[in-house]
C-alpha cells in the first residue's frame, strides 16, 4: 500500500472559534491506482490533499493528528525539510488553479527545472532538456519554443498542461489532483483526463484526484471516497457507487448529474447548503438535508458501517452491518 490515511484531523483555531476540517478520515490508495475524493465545496477535499502535502502552516493555530502512511513512513512526523524532500520527488500536486499556482515572473521552463535540480542533481542544460521532454510528454507543441514562454502567453489548457509537467517533471509515486480540469472547457478537460490516465499508465504514477464532478470520477476513478463536512460518509469501488450508492449525499450528488434521458425542466439539487463549519449540527451532520433523517439523526454521529463491498456513514444500515458481523 502506497498511502494510508488513518483518523487524519485537521483544524484550525481562529477568533470565532476552531474549525475541524478534516475530522477522522481514514481511506488509502494502492500503487497505480486513481482514487477519487469527491462532495461539494467545504467538504474536507483539498484540506485533506494540503494536509498530506504537509503544507498548512505547521503553527498553534494549526492542529493535525492521526497517520498520514506514506510507504509505512508517517508524514506527520516529519520535519519541513524531510517534507520539502518528498514534495516533488515522491509526492507531487496539481493545483486547483494554474494561473494563481504558476508564477507570472519566471518562464514556465524556469518553473519546471527548478524541482528537477534540486531533486535530479542534474545541471541547467539537462534539466532544461528534461523539461522540454516533459513538455513534449504533455503535448504542449513546439516545446523548445514555448519553455523559453510565460504563463500569460499560455491558454489555460496550456497552463493545466505545464502544472501537471511539473507535477511529474520527477517521475512521483503519488500524483494529487486538486480539481485539475476547473475551469476549462469540456473539450479540454476530456484531453486532460485523457493524458492524466496515459501518463499513469506509463509512469505508473497512484493519482489522488479531488473533485466535485461525478462526471470526471467516471472517467478515470478506480474507487471513489465522498466527503461531508469533514468526514467520509461512502466508501466504494466506482463501478459500485454508479450502479447502487448507499448514502442519502451520494445518492443527491449521483441524482444532480444531468441525463440524456430524463425528460425534465428542472435538475434535482440537494436541498439546503453545507452547514457553516462553526456551527455544525449535533448528531449526523446531513441530517438537515437529507430525506431519510430519523430522530437518532438529531442528537448521535453515524459510525462508519462495513457492508459486503463499501463502508457507509449512516443509520439506514446499521441493522445490515450487524447482520453481516452476525
Excluded at 28 to 42: F, T, Y
Excluded at 218 to 237: I, N, P, T
Aim: contains cysteine.
Amino acid at each position: 500500500m502506497l498511502l494510508d490515511i488513518k483518523n487524519l484531523k485537521t483544524e484550525f483555531i481562529t477568533k470565532k472559534g476552531t474549525i475541524t476540517a478534516v475530522n477522522g478520515v481514514d481511506f488509502n490508495v494502492d500503487k497505480g491506482e486513481v482514487v477519487a475524493i469527491v462532495g461539494e465545496s467545504g467538504s474536507g477535499k483539498s484540506v485533506t490533499s494540503l494536509s498530506i502535502m504537509g503544507l498548512h502552516s505547521r503553527t498553534s493555530k494549526t492542529k493535525m493528528s492521526g497517520e498520514i502512511l506514506f510507504k509505512s513512513e508517517n508524514l506527520l512526523e516529519k520535519s519541513e525539510k524531510e517534507m520539502q524532500n518528498l514534495r516533488g520527488k515522491q509526492l507531487s500536486m496539481i493545483f486547483q488553479e494554474p494561473m494563481t499556482s504558476l508564477n507570472p515572473v519566471f518562464t514556465i521552463g524556469r518553473q519546471i527545472t527548478e524541482a528537477i535540480i534540486k531533486h535530479e542533481g542534474l545541471n541547467k542544460k539537462e534539466a532544461r532538456n528534461r523539461a522540454i521532454e516533459m513538455l513534449t510528454l504533455v503535448g504542449i507543441p513546439s516545446p523548445e519554443a514555448r519553455i523559453d514562454n510565460y504563463p500569460h502567453q499560455l491558454s489555460g489548457g496550456m497552463r493545466q498542461r505545464v502544472m501537471i509537467a511539473i507535477a511529474l517533471s520527477c517521475n512521483p509515486e503519488l500524483l494529487i489532483a486538486d480539481e485539475p480540469t476547473t475551469a476549462l472547457d469540456v473539450t479540454i478537460q476530456a484531453q486532460i483526463l485523457e493524458l492524466m490516465l496515459e501518463l499513469k499508465n506509463k509512469l505508473g504514477t497512484a493519482i489522488l484526484l479531488i473533485t466535485h464532478d461525478l462526471g470526471v470520477v467516471a472517467e478515470v476513478a478506480d474507487r471513489v471516497v465522498v466527503m461531508y463536512c469533514g468526514k467520509v460518509v461512502e466508501k466504494a469501488l466506482i463501478k459500485d457507487i454508479f450502479k447502487d450508492p448507499k448514502h442519502p449525499y451520494t445518492k443527491g450528488l449521483l441524482n444532480s448529474i444531468p441525463k440524456i434521458e430524463d425528460d425534465v425542466e428542472r435538475l434535482f439539487i440537494i436541498p439546503g447548503t453545507v452547514p457553516n463549519p462553526l456551527e455544525l449540527p449535533t448528531g449526523c451532520t446531513f441530517r438537515n438535508r437529507c430525506p431519510n433523517c430519523m430522530d437518532k439523526c438529531t442528537y448521535e454521529s453515524p459510525p462508519l458501517i462495513s457492508l459486503e463491498n463499501r463502508e457507509v456513514r449512516c443509520f439506514l444500515y446499521k441493522n445490515k452491518e450487524d447482520e453481516n458481523n452476525g
